[in-house]
């Protein structure tokens, strides 16, 4: 069983910064962590930043150049560091690792809200 825990999220202001931290426990040695997802109220989970094993990025267009993606292989944690906030990053943010049958882990999710 693998267990993500998502933290870091909170109200900010625009323009500020957020840094959300994920940390995997459990049967770790069985995933990968490999992205971030949000939901904002009334619409679908969307991927925001996604990474490799190789340590590869990639981005949702609305989010590049302001937000990066990181993680720790050593301490099963994965980063999101979100800069320059806008009214329209207010979501439940998710990560997200899969194993190696396709099938994905998700946390219970951590709230962040940029206030104009």
């Known amino acids: 069983q693998v267990q993500l825990v998502e933290s870091g999220g909170g109200l900010v202001q625009a323009g500020g910064s957020l840094r959300l931290s994920c940390v995997a426990s459990g049967s770790t040695s069985s995933i990968s962590l490999r992205g971030w997802y949000r939901q904002a109220p009334g619409n679908e989970r969307e991927l925001v930043a996604i990474?490799?094993?190789?340590?590869?990025?990639d981005y949702a267009d609305s989010v590049k150049g302001r937000f990066a993606i990181s993680k720790d292989n050593a301490k099963n944690m994965m980063f999101l560091q979100m800069d320059s906030l806008k009214p329209e990053d207010t979501a439940v943010y998710y990560c997200n690792a899969r194993n190696f049958l396709q099938a994905d882990f998700w946390g219970q999710g951590t709230q962040v809200l940029v206030s104009s």
């Open positions: 990474i490799s094993t190789r340590g590869t990025t």
